[in-house]
Nanobody, 122 residues
Framework: QVPLVESGGGLVQSGGSLTLSCAASGMIFNIYNVAWYRQVPGNQRELVATITSGRRTDYADFVKGRFTISRDNAEKTVYLQMNSLKPEDTAVYYC????????????????WGQGTQVTVSS
């Protein structure tokens, strides 16, 4: 399976903004739920935000009110708009198509890509 391709990361000052993109290929994109994750070296990958095929969204508590997930099915792309960034947001950000497996758990359906690095300076 071909991984999704993340882009848009970079270095930003605390309080700044970035928009990440997640581009898919080789799938009927509109039928899938999509999730953004992030991972700090030495830590587990953690769920950041999800968007369903019906465009319902959900967010981890630590990004609520600051991040917005959206999708453009025609372009097979999901976005993560990140505002009011904090140093603790520094991580490699990944996306994947996912299947709901429980009340708050998701199963990734593609292999993991390279991710995109977000670094927030204080």
């Amino acid at each position: 399976q071909v991984p999704l391709v993340e882009s848009g990361g970079g270095l930003v000052q605390s309080g700044g903004s970035l928009t990440l993109s997640c581009a898919a290929s080789g799938m009927i994109f509109n039928i899938y739920n999509v999730a953004w994750y992030r991972q700090v070296p030495g830590n587990q990958r953690e769920l950041v935000a999800t968007i369903t095929s019906g465009r319902r969204t959900d967010y981890a508590d630590f990004v609520k009110g600051r991040f917005t997930i959206s999708r453009d099915n025609a372009e097979k792309t999901v976005y993560l708009q990140m505002n009011s960034l904090k140093p603790e947001d520094t991580a490699v950000y990944y996306c994947n198509v996912v299947r709901r497996a429980g009340s708050s758990d998701y199963v990734p359906l593609r292999s993991w890509g390279q991710g995109t690095q977000v670094t927030v300076s204080s």
